[in-house]
């Protein structure tokens, strides 16, 4: 196809001038071009081919060994003001920034070829779709994007002459750690990623724009890009989905619940699949708020995914996958920890050295953030509704995170307000695999803390915002499957038992159960949870889970204080649900 785009064309020039690349590749997102890419992966040693049987179309990738997650301290918000971008971010004056990365995107490109990269971030000709184009020098990164998005001459089509796409320009450069820097402009709806080849800061639809700057987009639209999962629930007698999206700080089980597999019990329901990381949501003319996952693909964390966590992921992986940083097989197979089969005696770890069975750890194999790149389409629950351009109609909103004591079980909010106050001051607690100290509390804000794209204060105004939009508002809930006894085990099994909370907000969405109300919000009656099958469990355990321990409480609000006193600019009605809070428990 050939593009005409002007705004394309001039920016496309302009940034080859800077970079000087030899070639300029314009892709087209065919297959004929994607087994190219792979073969020249394959030869030049960026990728190895796996075990055609036992992984059909699978690739192995692994990066520089300074080069594994993102950087947080390198990544910036450069709006034009630092209010702007607010406590959360990490900001430098446009111009400057402009300025410091111009010299280093100076001439970088020279000796390799500058693939051009359209894509579309959501399906085909939906109205909550965008596009983007990525400018990069990584094969690597092209094949990444081919399965995170919907990328080619698709995104042509869409884009037609309009001026509106998000322009991103990545180089690998060095590697250089010093460096690296992963910078975005929202006011130019731009991002510039140097001196890094982790997926995590190269694969620019991702995070980049899918989060940071579709947040200021939405912001400026009225719609909302968020952290979140999206899961359909059918009940299979009456045929009726309805959809649930969640927001999960890392390690509190975002993508084991978004590919969940019901209890043997719930034979009268099925789980789909939309989405498993991000969600954009708008109010349509019908009241309701409909999300889509604008991703093609799951960017997943391979240690401790396995057929008992979360099979469907596993399974996902089987074919079309790229795997980056777990350990490689003498059979051309991948492992790591957690993954439920016994090691093998020999491998090659990630860093490409040998690793032998009895001699070396088998945590190190793979690195602890290793990933796979892999289709949505060949996930087993994916809902038939995931490429609908309308979206899905969302009835309910999670928020969550590991709470040994604090939190109960299950609750909900007592309205919108309320709601957005609950996932404002959403908390996780760290844990033995966390750095740092264990238990120590941290605040992250709709899991969104990395990712807001401006100021934080701002956001949550937008939030109450959008509660004045939506005629037909989801419900608000608040979950902890991490809840401990004084012995520190965990009271609740989680995985798919999660499901019997679900199918508790599902009930209270539908007006078919009560609540009893509490100082946090309304809490199930213990008897409203199906314990059906659930061997050895009782009523009387989900009362445990269920209590709200008031001096506990004066602890998390002492925390939500200190944490509010961090935002200059925390809208009026987050200080009066605090108050209202304070008031609850003081009845008592």
């Not at 990365?101 to 001439?107: I, N, Y």
């Not at 709470?403 to 996932?423: E, I």
């Amino acid at each position: 196809m050939i593009v005409t785009n002007k705004y394309v064309k001039e920016w496309v020039d302009k940034m080859a001038l800077l970079t000087k690349p030899d070639h300029i590749v314009w892709l087209d997102g065919s297959l004929e071009e994607k087994h190219k890419l792979e073969e020249e992966c394959v030869t030049s040693g960026e990728m190895t081919k796996l075990n055609e049987e036992l992984l059909p179309g699978c690739f192995y990738h692994r990066t520089a060994a300074n080069d594994v997650a993102r950087v947080e301290d390198r990544t910036f918000i450069c709006s034009r003001t630092k209010e702007e971008a607010g406590p959360t971010n990490n900001w430098m004056d446009p111009a400057e920034m402009y300025a410091k990365l111009t010299p280093l995107f100076d001439g970088c490109m020279k000796g390799r070829t500058m693939y051009v990269l359209p894509y579309i971030m959501g399906p085909a000709g939906s109205p909550l779709s965008k596009v983007g184009v990525e400018l990069t020098d990584s094969r690597y990164v092209v094949l990444n994007m081919r399965i995170v998005t919907r990328m080619g001459d698709i995104a042509w089509k869409q884009l037609g002459d309009d001026a509106e796409f998000v322009k991103g320009l990545h180089a690998k450069a060095n590697i250089d750690a010093e460096n690296r820097y992963i910078a975005h402009f929202p006011q130019d709806y731009t991002i510039w990623s140097i001196n890094s080849g982790y997926g995590g800061n190269v694969i620019l639809a991702k995070k980049c724009f899918a989060l940071r700057i579709a947040s200021v987009l939405a912001k400026e639209q009225d719609w909302m890009a968020e952290h979140m999962l999206i899961l359909g629930i059918e009940t299979v007698a009456t045929g009726k989905t309805q959809y649930i999206t969640g927001a999960f700080p890392s390690a509190c089980g975002k993508t084991n619940l978004a590919m969940l597999i019901p209890p043997a019990y719930a034979k009268g329901y099925k789980v789909y699949t939309v989405g498993d990381d991000i969600a954009w949501m708008r109010p349509f003319p019908d009241g309701h708020l409909y999300a889509i996952n604008p991703e093609n693909g799951f960017f997943g964390v391979a240690p401790g995914t396995s057929m008992e966590s979360n099979p469907n992921a596993l399974l996902t992986t089987k074919s079309n996958t790229i795997f980056t940083n777990v350990a490689l097989t003498d059979d051309k197979n991948v492992w790591w920890k957690g993954m439920g089969v016994p090691a093998p005696d020999h491998m090659i770890d990630w860093l490409g050295k040998d690793w032998n069975k009895g001699v070396d750890d088998e945590k190190n194999a793979a690195h602890a953030n290793s990933r796979f790149t892999t289709p949505a389409s060949q996930c087993p629950c994916i809902s038939p509704e995931w490429e609908d351009p309308q979206g899905v109609p969302i009835s309910a909103i999670l928020f969550g995170g590991r709470r040994a004591k604090t939190a109960p079980l299950v609750y909900q909010s007592f309205d919108w307000n309320h709601g957005v106050f609950v996932g404002a001051t959403m908390a996780s607690e760290t844990t033995a695999a966390a750095a740092g100290q264990v238990g120590v509390v941290r605040r992250d804000p709709m899991a969104m803390k990395p990712f807001i794209g401006y100021n934080a204060g701002d956001y949550f105004a937008h939030w109450l915002h959008m509660g004045t939009l939506i005629e037909k508002k989801p419900l608000i809930f608040n979950v902890n499957w991490f809840k401990l006894d004084e012995n520190g085990k965990f009271m609740w099994p989680g995985y798919g038992d999660n499901f019997r909370v679900l199918e508790w907000i599902l009930k209270r969405c539908n007006n078919e159960v009560d609540a009893r109300t509490t100082p946090v919000g309304y809490v199930p009656y213990a008897k409203d949870i199906d314990l059906t099958g659930l061997d050895g469990f009782t009523t009387a355990d989900i009362e445990n889970l269920l209590v709200i321990d008031k001096d506990v409480w004066a602890e998390e609000i002492a925390g939500i204080e200190k944490h509010f006193a961090e935002f200059k600019k925390l809208p009026e009605e987050m200080g009066r649900q605090l108050d209202a809070l304070k008031s609850r428990f003081a009845a008592l």
